[in-house]
């Protein structure tokens, strides 16, 4: 007997019974969690931070004690704040009982220094990468990069965000008192089992996808609630999901200014009612309050040209509802902010003329069974059913060797019927065109990871200077993490 004709036959509808805790905490509103600061101590190497990856457990739903990972805490990790031209050194400790590395997602660094699946940090040792930060300001992240393990890592918490900041960002007007007006919202799906632990791959189908859930966290607060004290608003949007993309909106309509993407700030502000990130993809925005109305950020469904098609979009559309991912209460008086700045910076397009080569590569998978991620063909030094030019990602294989001080245009197409993010490691690229049309406005900017919808062929253009190491090398990748884990990968060397 089904629990429902039990309680028929006791005459009782099912909404008279006591509504269970996790039911009554998910119409409660949390305050939104900001990762606390990480503070640096001064070392002959420079600035020297510590982190350390641990197990946790993290009450996400009231009630309910969830396994997790975390660094320096429970769940997700401390802001790592950096400034151009510093000296920096990161010790990263592993107190886990299995392996893991740490990588800087959009971070210009030695490819010794940039923690991919080679960087291995075996239990109980420190792993600890330094480097100078030569980049523009912006917002970057870490995360784990474990071969075959990034998509199960990352989804327990094993990431955390950065700021890097410049004198050009000293300068520009914009809200930047941290947790005040400067906000991070670290944007993830996440599935709950009914014991509160995290559901992860458990059908073929959450690895042909990628692996999505049905609640939103945000900095890993479940429903959470943000009271703005200032008129603008400057959040720091991360996709930190494994597989969904978010196309974030405001639940009434209203327009926010696009300031900076992946490689930091964009040349204008550029206008905008929605923005979709891509698992990977970050996007500065500031919005104004004024108003003093209460609203939601919220995400759509997935629309053109990145939806599924075929068979995909049918299955992804139940994956690809639109969802609300924090409430915002602006308090009753509002701090006047200053006006927002229009110019931003000036970015230097690289030429294609310059470009010594094109390298050409296309992203396919296999369809049908033998899915199921993981298990029984880890051995060896990659493999799966993701594919980038027919080869699935081997530890063994150098697949591209690209020269010093050289411009190359990377030319991705997408064989398959659902979008994939692009990813590659050492430098942030420009753009050139997506199936032959300039970029719009908000694509523009410096990029580390751009959507390539199905059927699309997107052309980026990219500078590899500075580092040189025959031994070592860089990844690229989609960043659909299930993707990544099951051989949509490859790596090169800038030599
Ligand atoms: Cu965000 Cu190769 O990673
Ligand atoms: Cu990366
Ligand atoms: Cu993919």
Redesign the pocket.
């Known amino acids: 007997m089904s629990r429902r004709t039990f309680l028929k036959g006791l005459g009782l509808a099912p909404s008279t019974l006591l509504i269970p805790r996790w039911v009554m905490a998910a119409q409660a509103k949390n305050p939104l969690q900001i990762p606390p600061r990480l503070d640096d101590i001064a070392s002959e190497k420079g600035k020297s931070y510590s982190l350390r990856a641990q197990a946790g457990t993290r009450e996400f739903i009231a009630g309910l004690r969830t396994p997790t990972l975390g660094i320096n805490q429970d769940y997700l990790g401390p802001t790592v704040f950096l400034r151009r031209g510093e000296d920096v050194e990161l010790n990263v400790s592993n107190t886990l009982k299995e392996q893991t590395t740490l990588?800087?997602?959009?971070l210009h660094v030695p490819a010794k220094a940039d923690g991919g699946p080679a960087q291995i940090i075996e239990p109980g040792t420190t792993w600890s990468p330094n480097f100078t930060v030569n980049q523009n300001a912006g917002t970057f992240w870490y995360h784990s990069?474990l071969l075959h393990k990034t998509g199960e890592q990352v989804y327990r918490g094993l990431a955390g965000l950065i700021i890097l900041e410049d004198e050009k960002s000293d300068m520009l007007d914009l809200p930047k008192n941290y947790g005040v007006d400067d906000i991070p919202l670290i944007v993830q799906d996440k599935r709950f089992n009914s014991d509160g632990s995290l559901a992860y791959i458990g059908s073929p189908r959450d690895v042909m996808m990628g692996f999505f859930g049905d609640k939103t966290l945000v900095n890993g607060t479940l429903d959470p609630v943000f009271r703005p004290t200032t008129q603008r608003v400057r959040f720091r949007l991360l996709n930190a999901a494994n597989a969904r993309s978010f196309t974030f909106a405001f639940d009434d309509q209203r327009e926010f200014q696009l300031v900076a993407t992946d490689g930091g700030f964009i040349e204008k502000t550029v206008s905008c009612s929605s923005l979709v990130l891509g698992p990977?993809e970050r996007a500065e925005i500031v919005v104004d309050f004024n108003d003093a109305s209460p609203c939601k950020l919220i995400s759509l469904p997935l629309g053109s040209p990145f939806a599924a098609r075929g068979m995909m979009g049918r299955m992804q559309a139940g994956n690809n509802a639109r969802s609300e991912l924090l409430t915002i209460e602006p308090a009753a008086k509002l701090e006047q902010s200053p006006a927002l700045p229009t110019e931003l910076t000036t970015l230097s397009p690289l030429n294609p003329r310059d470009a010594a080569t094109t390298r050409k590569l296309t992203l396919s998978m296999a369809m049908g069974m033998g899915m199921m991620g993981g298990r029984g063909r880890r051995g060896g030094g990659g493999g799966g059913n993701f594919f980038i030019n027919g080869q699935a990602m081997d530890m063994s294989v150098i697949n591209y060797r690209v020269k010093k001080d050289t411009t190359e245009i990377w030319e991705i197409t997408n064989d398959t019927m659902m979008m994939h993010p692009f990813?590659?490691?050492h430098s942030q690229f420009q753009i050139l065109d997506r199936d032959g049309l300039a970029p719009e406005a908000h694509e523009r900017g410096l990029k580390?990871t751009v959507k390539v919808g199905p059927g699309e062929t997107v052309r980026f253009i990219m500078r590899f200077e500075n580092y040189a190491d025959p031994n070592t090398s860089y990844?690229y990748h989609c960043h659909i993490l299930e993707h990544e884990d099951n051989g949509m990968m490859g790596q090169f060397t800038v030599e």
């Open positions: 990588h800087w997602h959009g990069h990977s990813h590659i490691h580390d990844m």
